[in-house]
C-alpha cells in the first residue's frame, strides 16, 4: 500500500506570506496527525483527526494555523500569516485507530520563513 | 502526557545487541509505551509498543519493567541501519517526542 505523502517537501516563503501544507493519509485510516518540529527543538504534536472531526487541537500553538480535512481524506495545513518562528519540518501521519495503533509518519515538509 | 526521560546517544558494534533504556515514572494507566526511530531526512518510524508485557516483532523486543515505570527497546543484533534516533513515547493516541537516544552503530 502506499505510504503517507506530504507535499510539497520543501517550502519557502517570506514573513507575511501565506502557506498550505498537503498530508494524503494511507486509505482507509481514518486518524491523522500532524506534529512539526522547529529550530531544532523536539517534535510536538499539533492536531488530531479522526476522519473530518479534530478529534484534539490542542497543541496548535495560535489562530495563524488552520487545519482541515474535507471528506475526511486528505488534510491541509495552512499557516496565515507565516512569521520566522514557523520555520520547520510538519510532519503528517496516519493510523487505522486511536489509541495503540502504530502511526505512519510521511517523509515531512520543511517550511523555511525568511 | 507522561513525560520521558532518555540518554542523549549510545554506542554499539555491528552485529551486538544494543539495549536502549526509557525512564517513564510518570505513566498513567492507560498509555501505551510506544517506540519510534527517526532516520536523518526522513519520518519517524514505528520500532515496537506495549502496554504491560515484554513485547517481541521482527524489528525488535520491547521490555517493561513490572511497575511500568520504565523500558527497554532490545535490538538483538544491531546493524548500520539502525542507526538513528530512537524514541520512546508514554501517551494514548497523540505521540510526545522527547530528545531521543541517537544510536550509533560502529562497523
Known amino acids: 500500500e502506499a505510504g503517507v505523502t506530504q507535499f510539497p517537501s520543501h517550502s519557502v516563503i517570506e514573513k507575511g506570506q501565506t502557506v498550505t501544507l498537503r498530508c494524503d493519509p494511507i486509505?482507509?485510516?481514518?486518524?491523522l496527525y500532524w506534529y512539526r518540529r522547529v529550530m531544532g527543538k523536539e517534535i510536538k504534536f499539533l492536531l488530531h483527526?479522526?476522519?473530518?472531526?479534530?478529534?484534539?487541537e490542542s497543541g496548535m500553538p495560535n489562530n495563524r494555523f488552520l487545519a482541515e480535512r474535507t471528506g475526511g481524506t486528505y488534510s491541509t495545513l495552512k499557516v496565515q500569516p507565516a512569521e520566522l518562528e514557523d520555520s520547520g519540518v510538519y510532519f503528517c501521519?496516519?493510523?487505522?485507530?486511536?489509541?495503540?495503533?502504530?502511526?505512519?509518519f510521511g517523509p515531512g515538509t520543511r517550511l523555511t520563513v525568511t | 502526557d507522561a513525560k520521558t526521560t532518555q540518554p542523549n546517544s549510545m554506542e554499539s558494534n555491528e552485529e551486538e545487541p544494543v539495549h536502549l533504556p526509557c525512564n517513564h515514572s510518570?505513566?498513567?494507566?492507560?498509555?501505551?509505551i510506544h517506540w519510534y526511530r527517526q532516520l536523518p531526512s526522513q519520518g519517524p518510524e514505528y520500532v515496537i509498543h506495549?502496554?504491560?508485557s515484554n513485547v517481541n516483532n521482527r524489528m525488535a523486543s520491547l521490555a517493561i519493567a513490572e511497575d511500568r515505570k520504565s523500558s527497554t527497546l532490545i535490538l538483538h543484533r544491531a546493524t548500520l541501519r539502525d542507526a538513528a534516533v530512537y524514541y520512546c513515547?508514554?501517551?494514548?493516541?497523540?505521540?510526545?517526542f522527547g530528545q531521543g537516544t541517537i544510536l550509533t552503530v560502529h562497523p
Open positions: 501521519a496516519s493510523s487505522r485507530g486511536t489509541g495503540h495503533y502504530e502511526q505512519y
Open positions: 486509505s482507509g485510516h481514518d486518524n
Open positions: 483527526f479522526v476522519k473530518e472531526s479534530k478529534q484534539d
Open positions: 510518570t505513566i498513567s494507566g492507560t498509555d501505551y
Open positions: 506495549g502496554l504491560t
Open positions: 513515547s508514554t501517551s494514548y493516541g497523540k505521540l510526545t
